[in-house]
């Protein structure tokens, strides 16, 4: 048996994950972690009624022992400070928060060698994501002009979206550097090319109904490829989760990519 700790718990992705982990037969849920929470046990929530594992609001109140896994699903804020702890303390890390800097993940690696502790940071748990970041790459090798569309629910605080921006460095593995557009283009209003990731530009959408999506757009002379993916639904996540609680503690580095674990 597994034993997870799910930091972020009363948010969106954190809530579907605890569900999760108490449904799957090889994990127990040892404690849930979030500052918003105020009760002392989970089943104090109608919907966790009679799973009355600890809940934690404070970091420092988490043993080392407590949990073999940590499943991170917090704020572009905490999350660094999160997983830095979880090392620290021997717990392999699973991380879906986005927002980390490259900073950020290199010193977590670092860490995580110097401790030899596995531990797997994924921008994106869907494999319909999966698969399309790695459908771009491949494309990007014969329409080196593409920019990225990212459509997410209005509640995000993070843009671009790290998967947005992991499909923009995944393809910046194949492509020659290169700015795009004409060069002598202006824009009238601020912001309408969007972000630019070593030249290919990044458009945020935050719709309320949305979920998350992303299109990949390609244009070559006389043709263009798109390739899209949607996420309607959170549980859409879990079973790329799964597999990462599952499989993280085999490695003895922090990986980042569900691809590299699958
Ligand atoms: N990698 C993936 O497949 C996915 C990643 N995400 C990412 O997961 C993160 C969370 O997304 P949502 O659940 O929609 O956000 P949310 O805002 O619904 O939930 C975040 C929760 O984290 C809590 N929190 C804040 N600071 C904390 C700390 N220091 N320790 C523990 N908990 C803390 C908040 O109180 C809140 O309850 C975002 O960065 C989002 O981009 C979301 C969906 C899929
Ligand atoms: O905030 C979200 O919802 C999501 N965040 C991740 C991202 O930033 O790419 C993954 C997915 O897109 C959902």
Redesign the pocket.
């Known amino acids: 048996m597994k034993k997870v700790i799910v930091?972020?718990?009363?948010?969106?992705?954190?809530?579907?994950a605890s569900h999760m982990v108490i449904d799957h037969k090889d994990f127990e849920l040892v404690g849930v972690?979030?500052?918003?929470a105020t009760e002392k046990t989970l089943g104090e929530n109608l919907e966790f009624k009679g799973i009355d594992v600890p809940v934690y609001s404070k970091?420092a109140d988490i043993a080392s022992s407590t949990a073999d896994v940590w499943i991170?699903?917090?704020?572009?804020?905490?999350?660094y400070?999160?997983v830095k702890f979880a090392i620290e303390n021997g717990i392999s890390p699973v991380?879906?928060?986005?927002?980390m800097t490259d900073e950020q993940v290199n010193e977590l690696q670092k860490l995580a060698k110097a401790k030899k502790i596995g531990g797997l940071i994924?921008?994106?748990?869907?494999i319909s994501?999966v698969l399309l970041m790695q459908f771009a790459q491949q494309a990007a090798k014969y329409f080196p002009n593409v920019e990225i569309i990212e459509m997410?629910?209005d509640?995000?605080?993070?843009a671009p979206?790290?998967?947005a921006i992991n499909t923009a460095k995944l393809i910046a593995e194949v492509r020659a550097p290169k700015q795009q557009g004409n060069p002598q283009e202006k824009e009238t209003l601020a912001g309408a090319r969007g972000a630019n990731y070593e030249g290919m530009h990044i458009h945020s959408v935050r719709l309320p109904g949305y979920v998350?999506h992303e299109q990949v757009l390609f244009g070559s002379e006389g043709e263009a490829l798109t390739i899209r993916q949607d996420?309607f639904d959170?549980s859409s996540?879990m079973s790329?989760?799964a597999v990462a609680v599952a499989k993280v503690q085999d490695y003895d580095e922090l990986l980042v990519g569900l691809e590299h674990i699958l």
């Open positions: 930091a972020g718990f009363k948010g969106r992705m954190g809530n579907t972690f979030d500052p918003r970091v991170d699903f917090t704020s572009p804020t905490s999350v400070e999160n991380v879906g928060t986005t927002g994924a921008p994106n748990f869907g994501a997410h629910h509640n995000k605080l993070d979206s790290g998967t998350a996420s959170r996540f790329g989760v």
